[in-house]
């Protein structure tokens, strides 16, 4: 059940993100960084705090990764994620290279 929950969380937050504002293509595999304006309006920027520096115009929210099935995983997950996915390419790669049962 909790499972079932985290999946639910993930695909609404997802939804969330794909309606933030954006003025650049969102191309899966970058990281992109989430604000706030004064009037509560969410945009995605290619620009970190770091790189405003001083003058970061508004709220900083979040940073994620846009992922090639267009879900969005927060920064801090990352490597988490993209190990995830690289076992599971490794494992269906090797899944074809099998000879099938039966054959000698």
Known sequence: RSSDLKV????????????????????????????????????????????????CPHEFLGAFKLQHDMSWTPFNSIEKRDAEINMIDKLLSHQTALPEIGRA
Not at 20 to 38: D, S
Request: net charge positive; glycine share 4%.
């Open 8 to 55: 639910l969380e993930e695909a609404k937050r997802d939804a969330d993100l794909h309606h933030a504002a954006c003025n650049v293509v969102k191309k899966p595999g970058n990281v992109y960084y989430l604000y706030r304006r004064e009037s509560s309006q969410r945009y995605f920027s290619i620009l970190s705090p770091k790189e405003w520096g001083a003058s």
